[in-house]
């Protein structure tokens, strides 16, 4: 009997250990946050508001959509390793190597995505077509 209650209270200690964790996890990213325009030579349009939840668990974005880590072509980053700033391998000012300057690849992935999404009817609401629709105006 004592075995019985031991493995018991041993298992929910352990799912309660996983959800804290999970909840901890989640608590290091920020739901909604701005993607500020530093670096460049001219802030022409201002920040873009970004929400996680919008596009994780509405829109079913998966992360590496967004992160990336590119080793010989191919994206190895996955769900839980760090996540560098955007600017650390894209120059706001400039392309180097295959990494685009970094307003082209914001453009390329968060413009594209939204235009896909309402080409293919997936989406109405979808901004890609005016700029003020993301962007907040000039800083």
Do not use: R
Request: net charge positive; aromatic share 6%; proline share 3%.
């Amino acid at each position: 009997m004592k075995n019985k209650v031991l493995g018991l209270l041993t298992v929910l200690l352990t799912g309660v250990l996983f959800i804290a964790v999970g909840v901890l996890t989640a608590a290091d990213v920020p739901d909604k946050f701005l993607i500020q325009n530093e670096g460049y030579a001219a802030d022409k349009k201002g920040p873009v508001e970004f929400t996680h939840k919008k596009h994780t668990a509405d829109h079913k974005v998966a992360c590496a959509e967004c992160h990336h880590v590119f080793k010989d072509g191919k994206n190895v980053w996955k769900e839980g390793d760090a996540v560098q700033k955007c600017k650390e391998c894209h120059d706001p000012n400039e392309k180097k190597g295959n990494a685009d300057k970094l307003q082209n690849a914001f453009h390329k992935n968060c413009k594209n995505c939204h235009k896909d999404l309402v080409e293919a009817g997936k989406s109405t609401a979808a901004p890609f077509k005016k700029c003020n629709d993301c962007h907040q105006g000039a800083s």
